[in-house]
């Protein structure tokens, strides 16, 4: 099972949920998800 969550706030990659796991990061506000690769980048 595959369903689009929304795209991410960085890059404007889809985000999808997979079989319940949340492929994405949900920011503090929970207004904004971004994907791995976005939310990595903001730690750095
Ligand atoms: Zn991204």
Do not use: H, P, R, W
Not at 5 to 18: D, P, Q
């Amino acid at each position: 099972m595959k369903e689009l969550v929304g795209t991410c706030s960085g890059c404007g990659k889809e985000i999808y949920c997979l079989e319940g796991f949340f492929n994405g990061v949900v920011s503090d506000d929970k207004k904004t998800i971004k994907c791995f690769d976005c939310a990595e980048e903001e730690e750095k």
